[in-house]
T-cell receptor
Framework: GAVVSQHPSRVICKSGTSVKIECRSLDFQATTMFWYRQFPKQSLMLMATSNEGSKATYEQGVEKDKFLINHASLTLSTLTVTSAHPEDSSFYIC?????????????FGQGTRLTVV | AQSVTQPDIHITVSEGASLELRCNYSYGATPYLFWYVQSPGQGLQLLLKYFSGDTLVQGIKGFEAEFKRSQSSFNLRKPSVHWSDAAEYFCAVGAGSQGAQKLVFGQGTRLTINP
């Protein structure tokens, strides 16, 4: 159980275009999902917290108009990188949690490698 | 706010040797502590976690970690490493209102195994 799937696993897009990344909880309902970003050879940094049915909470320094997060259902959150630039190239990874199951850990997706050319 | 420090950016050990990866955290109360492993280009795999109780935690792949409150540490150990253990290892702490779910990661330690 507790499987989180991200799609796509890899994406290449042209500079100036937008790209959408999906994070799905396959066998549980996730009231909260988290989006992290990992630059090459660096650690993971939390970008935003996504709550089903409400606006996402962004970490300091993360542009909410550039990284649009939608959590319209209990099994799906999407991250849209708008007007992507080469500096947005990174590894994006989501995690999903089920708070109603007690204070258990969040489960990670396999990540999405974004390359902006 | 909580923080995590992994003092060793890169460690090289010989296959069959023992391993200890260091992790120190900063948080006023007892945090939720995790070790994850990441192979190149891959996602994260949870090795083990500490929430409460026994301070020596057993994980997958023969790993263990010990929570030491007095030292604010949660070091990862393995008695005998295998070539397949070569990867990046991240220590993470969860705290605050979202407890174990919203994580702060350390900088990571890259483990290289010599044959």
């Amino acid at each position: 159980g507790a499987v989180v799937s991200q799609h796509p696993s890899r994406v290449i897009c042209k500079s100036g275009t937008s790209v959408k990344i999906e994070c799905r909880s396959l066998d549980f309902q996730a009231t909260t999902m988290f989006w992290y970003r990992q630059f090459p050879k660096q650690s993971l940094m939390l970008m935003a917290t996504s709550n089903e049915g409400s606006k996402a909470t962004y970490e300091q320094g993360v542009e909410k108009d550039k990284f649009l997060i939608n959590h319209a259902s209990l099994t799906l959150s999407t991250l849209t990188v708008t007007s992507a630039h080469p500096e947005d190239s990174s590894f994006y990874i989501c995690s999903a949690s089920q708070p109603r199951q007690g204070n258990t850990e969040a489960f990670f997706g396999q990540g999405t490698r974004l390359t902006v050319v | 706010a909580q923080s995590v420090t992994q003092p060793d950016i890169h460690i090289t050990v010989s296959e069959g040797a023992s391993l200890e990866l260091r992790c120190n955290y900063s948080y006023g109360a007892t945090p939720y502590l995790f070790w994850y492993v990441q192979s190149p280009g891959q996602g994260l795999q949870l090795l083990l976690k500490y929430f409460s109780g026994d301070t020596l935690v057993q994980g997958i792949k023969g790993f263990e970690a010990e929570f030491k409150r007095s030292q604010s540490s949660f070091n990862l150990r393995k008695p005998s490493v295998h070539w397949s253990d070569a990867a990046e290892y991240f220590c993470a702490v969860g705290a605050g209102s979202q407890g174990a779910q919203k994580l702060v990661f350390g900088q990571g330690t890259r483990l290289t195994i010599n044959p």
